[in-house]
């Protein structure tokens, strides 16, 4: 459980720096392409195990990396415009939701047990997502840009889903550090040929403002995936309670450290999805 704890601390600096730094304007491509630099270096600095290039780009798990890593960096471009476009509600109900894939994927391809308590409380989680996340909208606006939030709970979900077949098959405890490297590392070159292409983007040298969150979402960003890999290769519980505790505690963190840091305000519907999030998490921690 160390391991699942780590990965949603993680990620919960991921949503604290995020918030910080829209407040000084940073730019969101010069913000990601820092943040997949630290955590190139972070997975091949403290990787023990010995590898070569050549070992790396014959192993079975490359394709799988490359994939992830291409996946990541669109994922996070997608939810910045979407979050600028649609509005923070929309967005985060899209990519948590998003979890509902790779636990049917982990139920259906793996045949892991289901029970009517195990289903309940994946169940309640989900819908717990859902009334955490909930913020009014503009309905109009909401049906415009439908498809980018269905892409990004789309990609999301397939891209967690992907990480657990590359988990289960592919990426031994001794890769877990150079698999997220590679996959960090796919990322960030994908990003600077996307600054290549948009010089306009990089038309300002980047602010120290850029430099410390891009490094912060770097350390938060490899930590995530990391622990989270260790987590599934070493938590006595299915994969699929793995996927929901990690989302749900993320969601309960995130509305904790807006309620206390950033004052955000939230409804009896918010409140109550927090409830139900209790419930499901002591639902799925008796698995």
Not at 54 to 79: E, H, V
Not at 142 to 149: D, H
Request: charged residues 10%.
């Amino acid at each position: 459980m160390i391991y699942l704890l780590l990965s949603i601390l993680s990620s919960s600096v991921i949503f604290i720096t995020f918030k910080v730094t829209e407040r000084f304007k940073t730019n969101l491509i010069k913000l990601i392409t820092v943040n997949y630099l630290v955590a190139a270096i972070l997975g091949f600095s403290f990787n023990r195990h010995h590898f070569s290039i050549l070992s790396a780009l014959t192993s079975d798990w490359l394709p799988y990396a490359l994939l992830i890593g291409f996946s990541f960096i669109l994922m996070f471009f997608l939810i910045g415009y979407s979050t600028r476009l649609s509005g923070v509600a929309v967005t985060t109900i899209a990519g948590k939701l998003s979890m509902v894939i790779p636990i049917l994927f982990s139920i259906l391809y793996f045949s892991e047990k289901t029970t009517v308590l195990k289903i309940s409380g994946l169940v309640l989680a989900t819908i717990a997502v859902l009334l955490t996340s909930y913020r009014p909208v503009d309905k109009a606006k909401n049906l415009k840009l439908i498809l980018l939030p269905l892409a990004i709970f789309l990609g999301s979900g397939i891209t967690d889903s992907i990480v657990k077949y590359a988990q289960s098959y592919h990426v031994p405890n001794s890769m877990s550090l150079l698999f997220p490297a590679v996959v960090f590392l796919t990322a960030l070159i994908i990003g600077l040929i996307f600054i290549l292409i948009k010089p306009k983007s990089i038309s300002n040298n980047i602010s120290i403002a850029e430099l410390i969150g891009g490094s912060i979402l770097g350390i938060a960003n490899f930590g995530s995936l990391y622990f989270f890999i260790l987590a599934l290769n070493n938590s006595k519980l299915d994969s699929s309670i793995v996927f929901g505790l990690n989302n749900i505690c993320i969601v309960l963190f995130s509305i904790l450290i807006g309620f206390v840091l950033f004052k955000e305000k939230f409804s009896r519907v918010n409140f109550a999805g927090v409830l139900m999030a209790v419930i499901a998490i002591l639902i799925l921690m008796n698995f």
